[in-house]
């Protein structure tokens, strides 16, 4: 039996963040989530008194029996890899087996835009009244999102100084533990080009000192992602798109959504070799491997009506041919 005490745990745990921020990671709410662990390991025996770190862990994983498994097992994962740490210490160390919290396959199928929704959504926000966002910054917004498939908090995040007009790029830093490079065509970066224009006015009709951020609001403030995030919602909500209310309908991460199956379509009308162009399409959107990738396969009927008669042209031109 493996005893650990709260004690024990918190010097592992502190190690063990160490390690992983010293790889570049944040790792902020991992961390969270073992101190969590280690609360529970110090209410069942104080801070020194040992327990079954077995029993323990799996008490904690089922505390609230209302839970999506998907979030457990995102715990789960968390507590396994200090327990791979410990084992590196201590080759006798327990290390639960992975069908512990197996994570289940989401049922969640996104809000795919058609290209016709994506055209009229900016033009609409080039006229949107947002408050404290002006209509250019707020069709800027989604014209980052659509055309590169950034995350809302990396485009939000973006400074000057990662955008790079003349070699068409940007520099996304240590977004979900890694910095990559986003390049982006000509259209994106005369619209990047108008967008610098208006961020100069802004600033100089406020006698705002620069925040840095290429996103700016109408105070010269640099622009945070919750208030990104309810004005893309009002925009959605008014033009049809999103109800009234509640968190139903289409959201803003509906774009990078978007970016990822019109780029998967064009490539099946192109004839192109999909599960060869995955990887590149993986590392450009900054997932941390291809299955994040995957998803978008079957997002809409669309790309599976296309797979289906690829997998036809293949099926009879190999039976002709064997």
């Known amino acids: 039996m493996n005893l650990i005490s709260a004690a024990e745990l918190a010097e592992d745990i502190a190690h063990f963040v160490a390690f992983k921020r010293a790889m570049g990671h944040s790792y902020r709410r ?3 989530t073992l101190k969590s662990f280690q609360r529970a390991v110090e209410q069942r025996a104080g801070w020194y008194g040992k327990v079954p770190f077995e029993a323990v862990l799996h008490e904690w994983l089922l505390r609230n029996p209302h839970r999506q498994p998907v979030s457990v097992g995102l715990e789960f994962g968390v507590i396994r890899q200090l327990c791979l740490y410990r084992r590196r210490r201590d080759p006798d160390s327990f290390v639960p087996e992975q069908d512990w919290a197996p994570i289940k396959e989401s049922t969640f199928l996104p809000y795919i835009f058609t290209y016709g929704e994506v055209v009229h959504l900016i ?6 009244n947002a408050g404290k966002l002006d209509a250019g910054m707020l069709r ?3 014209l980052i999102l659509y055309c590169t498939g950034l995350r809302l908090g990396e485009a939000v995040r973006l400074q000057l100084s990662d955008v790079d007009l003349e070699q068409q790029c940007f520099l996304v830093r240590q977004s979900k533990g890694k910095t990559r490079i986003v390049p982006f065509l000509d259209d994106l970066a005369r619209e990047l080009g108008d967008c610098l224009l208006l961020r100069r006015r ?4 406020t006698a705002t000192v620069d925040p840095g951020a290429l996103l700016l609001r109408n105070t010269g403030q640099a622009l945070p992602v919750r208030a990104a995030s309810d004005a893309i919602c009002r925009l959605l909500r008014r ?4 109800p009234a209310r509640g968190r139903t309908g289409p959201r803003p991460y509906e774009f990078r959504h978007a970016f990822a199956v019109h780029r998967l379509t064009a490539w099946y009308h192109e004839g192109v070799d999909i599960h060869a162009r995955l990887p590149w399409l993986s590392a450009y959107m900054g997932h941390v491997d291809v299955l994040g990738t995957q998803v978008y396969l079957r997002a809409t009927p669309e790309l599976m009506d296309l797979a289906s008669q690829r997998f036809a042209r293949h099926w009879y031109h190999s039976g002709k041919t064997s």
């Open 30 to 32: 991992s961390e969270l």
């Open 123 to 128: 033009a609409a926000a080039s006229v949107h």
């Open 140 to 142: 800027m917004l989604l």
């Open 202 to 205: 802004i600033l100089e009709a």
């Open 239 to 242: 033009e049809g798109l999103k």
